[in-house]
């Protein structure tokens, strides 16, 4: 599966969902928790992310994942 998200810019929460597969109710508590990097409000109705943080989180997750195994 390709990489979705572009090396630097804004992502929106589908493009994120689509390589970090959880639904959106748990996106929102890992948020809320701090376990997923915080969101940046574009406008009133437009919430996303910086795609260097979701890079970071996805190389954070893997990295767990290799320690597990």
């Known amino acids: 599966m ?4 572009p ?3 804004f992502v929106r929460l589908g493009q994120i969902l ?5 639904g959106k109710s748990s996106w929102w508590a890992g ?5 997923y990097p915080k ?13 260097e943080d979701i890079h970071n989180l996805i190389k ?10």
């Not at 109705?45 to 910086?50: E, G, I, V, Y």
């Open 2 to 5: 390709q990489l979705t998200i």
């Open 7 to 9: 090396e630097t810019g």
């Open 18 to 22: 689509t390589v970090i597969p959880v």
């Open 31 to 35: 948020v809320k928790s701090g376990r």
């Open 39 to 51: 969101s940046v409000k574009l406008s009133p109705r437009c919430t996303a992310w910086k795609a």
């Open 60 to 69: 954070q997750l893997s990295e767990q994942t290799q320690k597990a195994e």
